[in-house]
């Protein structure tokens, strides 16, 4: 059984930094695509960040230059840092992994709540 467990979450003012890990409890060490998404109340849950195994990168425009994923496969660990985090990053953040591109299933966190506010 794959878990995903995410940690890091909290309260910081505008223009604050917070740090996001999500530990992988699997015999898995090579995920084709770990991420980070998020969903804020009343919207839709959004990809904030991906990394493939290969170490290729994207970003949502409205953290980039902002947020910087990053995947350690020895310790089966996601993190995401945040910086000059602003009110609209405010939402619960989810870590997400897929096996292989040719298998269906994937696995997601439970969510940890990141609030941005003065």
């Known amino acids: 059984q794959v878990q995903l467990v995410e940690s890091g979450g909290g309260l910081v003012q505008p223009g604050g930094s917070l740090r996001l890990s999500c530990a992988v409890s699997s015999s898995i060490t090579d995920f084709y695509v770990m991420a980070w998404y998020r969903q804020a109340p009343g919207k839709q849950r959004e990809l904030v960040a991906r990394?493939?195994?290969?170490?290729?990168?994207n970003y949502e425009d409205s953290v980039k230059g902002r947020f910087t994923i990053s995947r350690d496969d020895a310790k089966n660990t996601i993190d995401l840092e945040m910086n000059s985090l602003k009110p609209e990053d405010t939402a619960v953040y989810l870590c997400?992994?897929?096996?292989?591109?040719?298998?269906?299933?994937?696995?997601w966190g439970q969510g940890t709540q990141v609030t941005v506010s003065s």
């Open positions: 990394i493939t195994k290969g170490g290729n990168i």
């Open positions: 997400f992994a897929r096996p292989a591109i040719w298998r269906q299933d994937t696995y």
